[in-house]
């Protein structure tokens, strides 16, 4: 029995577009909504597992009744076809999003790829958490 790594920490997802106002004093303003930069390292041929925790601006966890996940590998962003695809299973009240990958998947995937992982609100609102470089180290042992 293999336990699940450390949860990661997201950024803090609104339930509702977040509405800011701005004062601007000088000549430039930055407005940052990008998700977690989290780049995964994996040995191809293995299980994959990792938990993500959503937290509300007060740092309690996210109520995620009603949401989807949805998490994919892609050879590069501008892709269409997904080379693999987590599953992904919210976890309600505790504010988690479990990512997981088949060993089937991983051996499949080539040496460096991009991924991504998004969340649905019950009202249609789409919320990248994280995303970063998949990285496969190839494996000898062949099952």
């Given at each position: 029995?293999?336990?699940?790594?450390?949860?990661?920490?997201?950024?803090?997802?609104?339930?509702?577009?977040?509405?800011?106002?701005?004062?601007?004093?000088?000549?430039?303003?930055?407005?940052?909504?990008?998700?977690?930069?989290?780049?995964?390292?994996?040995?191809?041929?293995?299980?994959?597992?990792?938990?993500?925790?959503?937290?509300?601006?007060?740092?309690?966890?996210m109520d995620l009744t009603g949401y989807t996940a949805t998490a994919q590998i892609k050879a590069?962003?501008?892709?269409?076809?997904?080379?693999?695809?987590?599953?992904?299973?919210?976890?309600?009240?505790?504010?988690?999003?479990?990512?997981?990958?088949?060993?089937?998947?991983?051996?499949?995937?080539?040496?460096?790829?991009?991924?991504?992982?998004?969340?649905?609100?019950?009202?249609?609102?789409?919320?990248?958490?994280?995303?970063?470089?998949?990285?496969?180290?190839?494996?000898?042992?062949?099952?």
């Amino acid at each position: 029995m293999s336990t699940l790594p450390a949860p990661i920490r997201s950024r803090a997802a609104p339930a509702t577009p977040p509405h800011v106002e701005l004062e601007v004093i000088g000549t430039t303003t930055n407005i940052t909504a990008l998700p977690v930069q989290v780049n995964l390292s994996l040995y191809a041929g293995d299980d994959f597992a990792m938990v993500v925790n959503v937290k509300n601006p007060d740092s309690t966890n996210m109520d995620l009744t009603g949401y989807t996940a949805t998490a994919q590998i892609k050879a590069r962003t501008s892709d269409t076809t997904a080379l693999a695809t987590f599953t992904c299973t919210p976890g309600g009240t505790a504010g988690t999003i479990t990512m997981t990958l088949t060993n089937a998947a991983t051996a499949t995937l080539p040496a460096s790829s991009v991924y991504d992982c998004q969340m649905k609100s019950a009202g249609g609102l789409i919320t990248t958490l994280i995303a970063g470089v998949v990285t496969i180290t190839a494996q000898v042992t062949t099952p």
